[in-house]
């Protein structure tokens, strides 16, 4: 089973820019991707983004195309999230989890971590 852990959140102004890590640890699963996902308050969770284990390919929902980088280091088993250009509107909790390959579906049976908290001020 992976464990992932996610930190790297905080407070930042509008235009500003924070970098989210995501730490594997445990059984890796090749055959699957990582994925960023994020909950602001009183809505649905919803997906940001998602690389594959071999970093090769990466795909960002609409809102954050441009502005949020994903990127992989493997050496260290850690997936992050590069954000600039920060907006009140992507205040959120973030988490990281499995995804399905090409998908943003979260792989069955995973659960989510605690999740890191990005807050935006304008």
């Known amino acids: 089973q992976v464990q992932l852990v996610e930190s790297g959140g905080g407070l930042v102004q509008a235009g500003g820019s924070l970098r989210l890590s995501c730490a594997a640890s445990?059984?890796?699963?090749?055959?699957?991707?990582l994925g960023w996902f994020r909950r602001a308050p009183g809505k649905e969770r919803e997906f940001v983004a998602r690389?594959?284990?071999?970093?090769?390919?990466?795909y960002y929902a609409e809102y954050v195309k441009g502005r949020f980088t994903i990127s992989r280091d493997n050496a260290k088993n850690t997936i992050y999230l590069q954000m600039n250009s920060l907006q009140p509107e992507d205040t959120a909790v973030y988490y990281c989890?499995?995804?399905?390959?090409?998908?943003?579906?979260?792989?069955?049976?995973?659960?989510w971590g605690q999740g890191t908290q990005v807050t935006v001020s304008s």
């Open positions: 445990g059984r890796t699963f090749s055959t699957y991707s």
């Open positions: 690389i594959t284990w071999s970093g090769d390919t990466t």
């Open positions: 989890n499995l995804v399905f390959p090409g998908t943003s579906a979260v792989v069955i049976g995973r659960s």
